[in-house]
């Protein structure tokens, strides 16, 4: 009975389930039956669906002519600095310095003195070249003297064998004559022997004359060759005057050009050897040195003009123009080239320098090299 009884509400509890499912189905074939006869959204609204259409597209004709105009024409990087050809101001003579003339950071025009080295040693370099040349004209007054003396002894010698050619000449006509008279019987043998005898003194008073005008001869040879020296000594004796001359000068360093002077490290007193720099210097001229990825230049061509921003000083934008493209990116002109033969190869987009030159750069800010520019050069026209 107990069993029974147990079983008994199960039976009724599963007789009120069925209808409910009944009900659910039916109630769900009659909503698919009102969604079937539902209209979809854009058919109950198709003005709205019209214009949010229309919106859509204009939106994206919009964005193309944007694109067009505001993107398109331009190349732009933030890979660029500024550049200039910067060099450490040196000493080309050694010495004390006694005068630093500007300071840290300072502009100076062309010609502007920079430092002064002690100039005592150089002074006595140049008086010391100007007794040499003192010397070496006194030198060559000497020799000019000689030369004078010599040419006069040379003439005395030419004379001298004139007087021993005719005196040798009527020696040996007596000579003869002698000869004749003593063979013919008319003369005596001791005047024939005696004329001999003048007539050999006359060939050794001849022979005389001859080596004297050789020897006057040389010695004017020498006295040119000592003046020649002379000269020479005084040519290497100016020369050296003016070696000290410019040593001297040098002791003056000068800026070459305009520009500022920075990274001043020579001071007073200090001892410099010749090339031992002094501060770094930093010319008026400088440019725009903007690395462009390869695939930017396709368009891009010197003379495009160019608009720039400094990071620095974001309110000042700068005008300018293309100069001059690298012809070569700028790994193949490091120290290291890559070595693309070699290993495994991953290929990178190069960066290609591109220089910029800018038509006024500003004068109540400090710029210089290595500030970072952000350059936009139109390289099509904005049409």
């Known amino acids: 009975m107990a069993e029974v009884q147990r079983t008994v509400p199960e039976d009724e509890a599963k007789q009120p389930a069925e209808p409910e499912k009944d009900r659910e189905t039916e109630a769900q074939a009659s909503g698919q039956e009102q969604d079937q006869k539902k209209p979809s959204l854009i058919r109950r609204h198709p003005f709205g669906a019209t214009i949010v259409v229309l919106v859509l597209i204009a939106f994206a004709v919009g964005t193309y002519f944007a694109w067009l105009t505001y993107f398109h024409p331009y190349e732009t990087t933030d890979d660029a600095f500024v550049d200039a050809r910067s060099f450490s101001l040196a000493a080309k003579v050694s010495g004390y310095i006694d005068e630093i003339a500007v300071s840290d950071n300072q502009h100076v025009d062309a010609g502007a003195v920079i430092a002064r080295i002690n100039p005592r040693d150089y002074e006595i370099a140049i008086s010391q070249a100007e007794a040499q040349i003192e010397s070496a004209n006194a030198a060559i007054a000497n020799a000019a003297a000689q030369i004078e003396v010599a040419t006069a002894a040379v003439d005395e010698a030419r004379a001298q064998t004139d007087s ?220």
């Open 164 to 383: 021993a050619q005719a005196a040798l000449q009527f020696a040996k006509d007596e000579a003869n004559r002698q000869r004749q008279l003593v063979q013919g019987g008319a003369g005596s043998q001791q005047a024939s022997q005696q004329a001999e005898s003048n007539l050999r003194q006359a060939q050794a008073a001849h022979n005389q004359a001859q080596a004297s005008v050789t020897s006057a001869m040389k010695n004017k040879t020498a006295a040119e060759a000592q003046h020649n020296s002379a000269q020479a000594s005084l040519k290497q004796a100016e020369a050296q005057r003016e070696s000290a001359q410019q040593n001297l000068n040098y002791t003056t360093v000068t800026a070459a050009q305009s520009g500022r002077v920075v990274r001043l490290s020579g001071s007073k007193g200090q001892f410099v050897e010749a090339g031992q720099a002094i501060a770094m210097f930093v010319p008026d001229e400088i440019w725009v040195t903007a690395n462009f990825k390869e695939t930017q230049l396709a368009d891009m061509r010197p003379g495009q003009p160019v608009e720039l921003t400094i990071d620095a000083y974001p309110d000042h934008v700068l005008r300018g123009r293309v100069d001059s493209i690298q012809p070569g990116s700028g790994t193949a002109f490091a120290l290291l080239p890559a070595e693309n033969a070699t290993g495994n190869y991953v290929k990178v987009t190069q960066r290609v320098p591109v220089k910029i030159i800018v038509d006024q750069w500003p004068t109540d800010v400090s710029i210089g090299p290595g500030m970072s520019v952000v350059p936009t050069v139109t390289v099509r026209p904005r049409n």
